[in-house]
């Protein structure tokens, strides 16, 4: 998607993947700057660390999901996660769920992401217990983490995860613990990932219009304007369902 759009501006794409670690990205950036690379698309593991500054000013570098705080200047395509995360968590409190698990990349680097502040705060506002777990971005190694925060007369009765990856961990997880999803256990993803709708049972996500956004992060590398921000669509599938007499 990304290639084509950049393709149909007379550009051309180099693909990296930083695997959710900051120093990873960090030799990245690196890499960038020595292939004095005409512009950069980035989703930033570390939107706020100072090796963004190593791309200079005449290359423009367009943010997609945070801002580049550390790099003045930089585009933004920004996401409303206040209004995802709000709306992840008031469906569970709707089911009934007053206990629940925030499951998030662990970034032990970097400070606390937007969507993780923002899902404590929120939490306290409904009343919910909220316990929080950071997790490996893979999804194997993710899995006993999960498997810790369900152990016990008072795990969560539903887990909201800020990617999707982690919600398929906690499908894992849960079957390895004998709980049913959603009988026992309702699970919330955060980016309607390609497989979401095709696991067993489907799993509820917040979506993103994903070409509207490559539309206008690649749109800024020419134009550079006002950061527009986009809202993610609630999308109910068959993980979760009223809270069941249980935990």
């Known amino acids: 998607m990304l290639t084509r759009a950049l393709r149909s501006r007379g550009r051309y794409a180099t693909i990296a993947d930083a695997d959710a670690d900051p120093e990873q990205e960090r030799l990245i950036v690196e890499q960038f700057v020595a292939q004095r690379v005409d512009g950069a698309l980035v989703s930033p593991v570390d939107p706020a660390a100072d ?3 190593l791309l200079v000013p005449e290359i423009p570098v367009v943010s997609i999901g945070d801002a580049l705080v550390a ?6 395509v920004l996401f409303d996660n206040d209004y995802g995360v709000r709306t992840a ?23 606390g992401r937007p969507a993780e502040v923002l899902a404590g705060e929120v939490a306290a506002g409904l009343g919910v217990e909220l316990t929080t777990v950071a997790a490996p971005a893979a999804t194997t190694e993710a899995v006993a983490v999960v498997a810790a925060m369900l152990a016990g007369p008072g795990r969560p009765t539903g887990v909201f995860c ?5 919600a398929f961990a906690v499908y894992r997880a849960a079957r390895e613990a004998g709980l049913r999803v959603p009988a026992d256990l309702s699970v919330v993803g955060y980016d309607d990932h390609q497989l979401a709708a095709l ?5 509820t996500t917040m979506a993103w219009d994903e070409d509207a956004i490559v539309e206008a992060a690649v749109a800024q590398l020419d134009e550079p304007g006002n950061a527009p921000m986009f809202r ?3 999308i109910v599938r068959s993980s979760t369902s009223f809270l069941q007499e249980g935990p």
């Open 89 to 111: 968590l008031a469906h569970l409190t709707d089911l009934g769920h007053r206990r629940i698990g925030l499951l998030a990349p662990s970034l032990p680097t970097t400070p």
């Open 232 to 234: 993610p669509d609630l």
């Open 199 to 203: 696991v067993d049972p489907g799993l």
């Open 71 to 76: 790099r003045p200047g930089s585009g933004s």
């Open 51 to 53: 090796y963004w500054r």
């Open 162 to 166: 800020l990617t999707d990856s982690l």
